[in-house]
C-alpha cells in the first residue's frame, strides 16, 4: 500500500512552486513504486500536454467537477476517492449511493491547502479552471507536491469534439485505475443509448437550433469546437454557430435573428432559471422576429449535460426528443 503523505511535507512544496518550471509540456513519474506492479503496470498517459507514468493505480484520488466525478463513479471508483468537489447539478441517482461515500472538500474548487490536506495521489479536473495557476492549483504545482493530475479531453481538443472523445476519456481513466473492463461495458452502455437515439431519428430533417447559455447585451453560445456542438447534430439539429470557431463564443443578438433558428435551447444551471432565460429572451426586442421567439420553441439541457462525460448520450436522447417529439411517441 502506498503510503499516506503528512500534510507538513506536502505544504513544504509549496516552497518550491516559486522556482519549478510552470509551463510547456512535462512528464511526471508516479513515485509509487512499493513491490511490484500490478497487472498492467506502469501504464503511461499523455494528457493536455502531460505525459504521466503511473506505477500502480491511484489509491487516493480526487474528483472535481460534475463530469470528473461522474466518470469516477460510473467505473465504480469511490472506494478509490478522498474526495469531490464543485457540482453544477445533483449526481445522477444510479450513482448518489456511491457518492454519499466520498468526502465533499469544498463546493466549489478547493484552495490549494485544502487539497493538499485530503493527501491525495491523483487530481481529476472536469474543467481547465481546476488546474488554476493563479489560484496555486496549476498541474506545474501538484506535480511539485508529489500528485499526478489528469484533465478531461474535452477541455484541449483543437477541433471539434465527436463521441469517440467520450469514449477515449473513459478508457483513459479506466486505464490509470487499471479497470479497463469496465470502461468497455460503460462505454457500451452509452453507445446503446445513442444507437437507439439514431434510429428513432432516421430519415428526420434537422432542427435549426441556437444555444443560449447565458448574456444581457450578447448572447453566450455553443459553437462548433465542443462536445455540445456534437450533441446537437445527434440529437437531429443544425447548430447555426457551428461556424464559431471554438466551443463557446459571444454573438449579438442581432446575429441570432438573422440566422431565424427554430428552436432555442438554453442551458441551465446558475443563479438564472431557464424560465427566467426564456422570459428575458422572449422579451427581448431584436428577436421578436425570430421563428423559435414567435412560437416560443425552447429546449432546455443541464449544463452538467454538455460537457464530456457520461451525461452526453441522455443528453442526445433529451434533445432529441425535445427537438422531434413526434419520433418518441
Known sequence: MKSRRSLPLLLTALVA???????????????????????????????CGVRTTY?????????????????????GLEKSMVGTGYLDDKILPKYQDAYSRVKTLSKEYPSFETLLAA???????????????????????????????????????????????????IRTVAKIFGV?????????????????VQRKLSGASPVK?????????TAFTAGGKGIGNEVIKRAGGTNLFADLNKPFGDVSFEQVAQRAPDVVI?????????????????????????????NSRF?????????LGVRVPSAVESLARQLHPGRFT
Do not use: W
Open 17 to 47: 512552486i516559486s522556482v519549478c518550471g510552470c509551463g510547456g509540456p512535462a512528464t511526471q513519474t508516479d513515485a509509487s513504486s512499493e513491490g511490484p506492479a500490478p497487472k498492467g503496470f506502469p501504464v503511461t498517459v499523455s494528457n
Open 55 to 75: 506505477q500502480r493505480p491511484p489509491q487516493r484520488a480526487v474528483a472535481l467537477n460534475q463530469h470528473a466525478t461522474e466518470v469516477m463513479l460510473a467505473l
Open 119 to 169: 493527501e491525495p495521489d491523483f487530481v481529476y479536473g472536469g474543467f481547465a479552471s481546476t488546474f488554476d495557476e493563479k489560484e496555486g492549483r496549476s498541474r506545474a504545482a501538484l506535480r511539485t507536491a508529489g500528485i499526478n493530475t489528469h484533465l478531461n479531453i474535452g477541455e484541449c481538443s483543437k477541433g471539434p469534439v465527436p463521441m469517440d472523445r467520450m469514449d477515449e476519456e
Open 180 to 196: 479497463p473492463e469496465r470502461a468497455e461495458r460503460q462505454v457500451r452502455s452509452l453507445h446503446t443509448v445513442l444507437n437507439g
Open 209 to 217: 437550433v441556437v444555444v443560449y447559455d447565458s448574456g444581457d447585451k
Open 266 to 294: 438554453i442551458y441551465d444551471y446558475g443563479d438564472k432559471s431557464a424560465e427566467a432565460k426564456k422570459k428575458f429572451l422572449l422579451s427581448n426586442p431584436a428577436l421578436k422576429d425570430v421563428p423559435a421567439i414567435k
Open 299 to 307: 429546449a432546455v439541457l443541464p449544463l452538467s449535460s454538455t460537457v
